[in-house]
């Protein structure tokens, strides 16, 4: 079944390519696996799957241990300060960086390491209650800030939408994140150079496509329901 629903996926994404005119290899798919076993996961990677994303500390970490060392994994969820030294220098990207003093410790940390992290800001673009994430009017000052930091690489935004049942509802909050993106390029902050756009889900990822998302996040429509 997960095989099958990866090349749906699949698919999907390169027919939304095709109606947009852009090149598919643009558009990386990132299989959201938490709560999903080990297994589930190795189904996906015997049949050449290598990217997969995590929202929890632990359950990420059990996982990079015990899993492949060829999968490239990308940090998806709400990161505590205090969890920056198990994930930094992990994971090829920290999506979810939606504070300064976040930003502040994962460079702290990546320079102690020798490293540099590569992040993306979390944009709370509905401006919903209840959501972290950057207000879209935040964004420019924390890329300023950010760009004087040596530990760490901003590369672009990343947004959760709001549950929807018609993906059309979305479209605006995924071109709304793209402008911000284009807005924020144009600024020319020095070491700032936004290229990726993380947005779009199982609900809303062939809108998200359209709309120039280079990172889809597809959990469920791979996985099936999370119990
Ligand atoms: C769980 C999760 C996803 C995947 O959601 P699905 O609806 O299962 O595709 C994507 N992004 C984030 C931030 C998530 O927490």
């Known amino acids: 079944m997960i095989t099958k629903n990866l090349n749906q996926v699949k698919e999907n994404i390169i ?17 959201v696996s938490k709560k999903k076993s080990k297994e589930d996961i190795m189904e996906a990677y015997n049949v050449g799957h290598r ?19 060829d999968i490239e994994w990308h940090m998806i969820g709400h990161l505590q300060r205090n969890k920056v030294k198990y994930v930094a220098g992990k994971v090829a990207m920290i999506h979810s960086v939606d504070s300064l003093r976040l930003a502040n410790e994962i460079n702290e940390f990546s320079l102690k390491k020798g490293f540099v992290t590569e992040i ?30 040596s530990g760490i690489r901003l590369t672009g935004l990343m947004t959760s939408a709001p549950y929807v049942t018609n993906p059309e ?16 390029n144009k600024k020319s902050i020095d070491n700032v150079i936004m290229k990726k756009l993380s947005m779009g889900m199982t ?8 709309e120039g998302a280079t990172h889809v996040r597809v959990g469920t429509a791979i996985f099936g329901t999370r119990s």
Do not use: W
């Open 120 to 149: 993306l800001a979390e944009v709370n673009v509905g401006e919903e209650q209840n959501k972290f994430g950057f207000a879209p009017e935040e964004v420019e000052e924390f890329a300023v800030q950010v760009s004087e930091m």
């Open 51 to 69: 990217i997969f994303a995590e929202n929890y500390v632990q359950e990420l970490t059990e996982k990079i241990d015990d899993l492949p060392s």
């Open 203 to 210: 609900a809303d990822y062939v809108v998200a496509v359209e």
């Open 169 to 184: 509802e979305n479209r605006l909050i995924f071109r709304k994140l793209h402008d911000l993106c284009v807005d924020i």
């Open 15 to 31: 027919k939304a390519c095709e109606r947009v005119g852009r090149d598919p290899s643009e558009v990386t798919l990132l299989a």
